[in-house]
């Protein structure tokens, strides 16, 4: 069975710090992993997606994560927060292309000025 | 069109009362997902529809729901007698074969 799991429910940093979010996932198989953000009162955006190939990816607004298969870990980072970045971020894994997601509950980002 | 079209984008309805969600997923798409997000929560897989190959129905909560797609175009949510938990942001996705994978803004209901 694949499932998400997103640490910290709520994640709050200042402006111009560190931003980590973090994910990890369970998969019966080499799964592709994704990171979504959700401003208020609108869809889902990707960030960025690892299927294949290099485990850093770099993603949109400066956002990159890298995959750990040892840790089964998809950590989210950004060296400076903006306050544009504040909303809710999803990390997502599924086995191909193709198939349906399993998403994380979210984990909310403030950004504190 | 330009991307996934849901409507209607906010839907109030009575308790015990249907309601059909419509979602128009991007042109040439050949996949077309269903979720839905309550709130505080992460999204829940509803329903997975790929080209004309018998739908993915694993996550539909109960036979009160059920959802529809002709060949690669729209498709319509139903919720028959609704409860109040069923109150949600319900969100559509479509992919050209798992490729582009597009979320439209989602339609929010809400029974009372």
């Known amino acids: 069975a694949q499932s998400v799991t997103q640490l910290g429910s709520h994640v709050s940093v200042s402006e111009g710090a560190l931003v980590l979010l973090r994910c990890n996932y369970s998969s019966s198989v080499p799964p592709y992993l994704f990171w979504y953000v959700q401003y208020p009162n609108q869809g889902l955006q990707l960030l960025l997606k690892y299927t294949t190939g290099a485990t850093l990816v770099k993603g949109i607004n400066g956002f990159e994560a890298e995959f750990k298969k040892s840790e089964t870990s998809f950590h989210l980072t950004k060296p400076s927060a903006h306050m544009s970045d504040a909303a809710e971020y999803f990390c997502?894994?599924?086995?191909?292309?193709?198939?349906?997601?399993?998403f994380g509950t979210g984990t909310s980002l403030t950004v504190i000025p | 069109g330009a991307g996934v079209s849901q409507s209607p984008s906010n839907k109030v309805t009575e308790k015990g009362k249907d309601v059909e969600l419509r979602c128009d997923p991007i042109s040439g798409h050949t996949a077309l997902y269903w979720y839905r997000q309550r709130l505080g929560q992460g999204l829940e897989f509803l329903i997975y529809?790929?080209?004309?190959?018998?739908?993915?129905k694993s996550g539909l909560p109960s036979d009160r729901f059920s959802a529809e797609r002709t060949g690669e175009s729209v498709s319509t949510l139903t919720i028959q007698r609704t409860q109040q938990e069923d109150s949600a942001v319900y969100l559509c996705?479509?992919?050209?074969?798992?490729?582009?994978?597009?979320f439209g803004s989602g339609t929010r209901l809400t029974v009372v």
């Open positions: 529809f790929q080209g004309n190959s018998a739908p993915d």
């Open positions: 997502a894994v599924s086995l191909n292309t193709g198939n349906q997601f399993y």
């Open positions: 996705a479509s992919s050209f074969y798992g490729y582009g994978y597009t």
